[in-house]
């Protein structure tokens, strides 16, 4: 069984910077990718925006809304993930979602991360 435990949400101002991170436990020997998504306010769960992605092999995608402002990196040996946030604006306010997904198709998620840009 594999948990997912994000931390580093709350509120900032605009402009701001938040650090996430998304401590793994349990086996994830086989994940092919890690990702975090968000779900911004009054949108379903099957709404939930790819935000960025670090592949087993290193590679990372980061969406074309948060490019530039985003960044994901990995401390493998922590099992850790990291979306590091930059020049936060308002749209980028939602629950912020790890995810780890595996060659076999199962996918499992963190409980979220609330993350509020407002000034």
């Known amino acids: 069984q594999v948990q997912l435990v994000e931390s580093g949400g709350g509120s900032v101002q605009p402009g701001g910077s938040l650090r996430l991170s998304c401590a793994a436990s349990?086996?994830?020997?086989?994940?092919?990718?890690m990702n975090w998504y968000r779900q911004p306010p009054g949108k379903q769960r099957e709404q939930r925006e790819l935000?960025?992605?670090?592949?087993?092999?290193?590679?990372?995608d980061i969406a074309d809304s948060v490019k530039g402002r985003f960044t994901i990196s990995r401390d493998t040996a922590r099992k850790t993930v990291y979306l590091q946030m930059n020049s936060l604006k308002p749209d980028d306010t939602a629950v912020y979602y790890c995810?780890?997904?595996?060659?076999?198709?199962?996918?499992?998620w963190g409980q979220g991360t609330q993350v509020t840009v407002s000034s």
């Open positions: 935000v960025a992605s670090i592949s087993s092999g290193g590679r990372t």
């Open positions: 349990g086996n994830i020997f086989g994940a092919d990718s």
């Open positions: 995810n780890v997904h595996f060659w076999d198709a199962r996918n499992y």
